[in-house]
């Protein structure tokens, strides 16, 4: 029998079921996750637990320290595919293309699905009005009561004529390429002449310049970017179609471009804008050309908008 003594000298050994324990919980709290999800755990590490990772679940950072608090890193999720995915059930008419982009603006992410250049017929409106306001801005100005005239019937009743002369006002190709390198597209290029409606741009681009109008981070002023999006939401009845067929009702904001080419009598439909799903704003802009009528091209929009959309919805 040991001394009182013997038994205070003697170190008691730790326990190795602890750490053990605590490292079972975390494959059982990762492990919960469900293939191609999104998962929300969060662990605590604690001294001796290894840190548990997994490609279907969030991964537990190993550095933490006993008692600290580890972060949980999210699966990184292939919108991209997603996408392309949605995408692919799409039917899209013999010899037509569409391309489309979407973005989550709570969270930020985006995904595309195509990188060919498509006339922009008369969602260059939109972008012809940022041009003129960002043009307004580096003055110190306001628009002028014609402006704002032009601006209301280009927007609201994609009037011709009315982007006509603010086409004339910023400069035409060149002032709309100078304010987009501002804006930061890269792959939009003002039509010649006095035929804006052959500007060719991507999906990709536009959604760039959707976020200069709905986003924050704009090199747009906040006055700017709601009277744009203002116009947006109040375009004639008979134009309420394309991306807001993705949206709950009336929580849309869109400008839609429609042109037959003379030279093969098949019609470019394109429609971008900003559009409300459960509670979610997202940022959505679709491409298409090669539709033998206008009706079928706005199917094909429609269905890529809704298409767009579900890829970032659970």
């Not at 038994?7 to 730790?14: L, Y």
Request: charged fraction near 20%.
């Amino acid at each position: 029998m040991e001394s009182p003594r013997a038994r205070r000298g003697r170190r008691a050994r730790p326990s190795r079921r602890r750490p053990l324990l605590y490292a079972a919980l975390a494959v059982v709290a990762v492990g919960g996750a469900t293939a191609g999800g999104t998962a929300y755990v969060k662990a605590r590490a604690h001294s001796g637990a290894s840190a548990v990772s997994s490609s279907a679940a969030p991964s537990v950072s190993a550095s933490a320290g006993a008692g600290e608090e580890a972060s949980v890193t999210e699966p990184v999720v292939d919108r991209d595919a997603r996408l392309s995915s949605a995408m692919s059930a799409v039917s899209v008419p013999s010899g037509a293309q569409v391309s489309a982009a979407v973005l989550a603006v709570d969270s930020g992410q985006s995904a595309v699905y195509g990188d060919a250049a498509f006339d922009t017929a008369s969602i260059v409106k939109v972008d012809i009005l940022a041009a003129l306001l960002l043009q307004a801005q580096d003055a110190d100005r306001r628009l002028t009561a014609a402006e704002r005239a032009y601006a209301t019937k280009m927007i609201e009743n994609s009037d011709n004529a009315s982007a006509t002369a603010l086409w004339h006002s910023i400069g035409r190709a060149d002032g709309l390429d100078a304010a987009n390198r501002r804006f930061g597209l890269t792959a939009t290029t003002g039509g010649e002449g006095e035929l804006w409606g052959l500007t060719q741009t991507t999906s990709a681009d536009q959604l760039v310049l959707l976020r200069q109008v709905f986003g924050e981070d704009s090199r747009l002023g906040a006055a700017s970017r709601t009277y744009v999006q203002a116009l947006m939401k109040q375009v004639e009845p008979d134009q309420q179609w394309g991306v807001s067929a993705a949206a709950e009702g009336n929580s849309w904001a869109l400008k839609n471009g429609w042109l037959a080419r003379s030279t093969t009598g098949l019609w470019d439909v394109n429609s971008i804008g900003r559009v409300t799903v459960d509670g979610t704003d997202y940022l959505v802009a679709v491409l298409s050309n090669g539709t033998a009528t206008q009706t079928k091209g706005i199917a094909l929009v429609e269905a890529a908008a809704k298409a767009a959309v579900s890829a970032f919805r659970r």
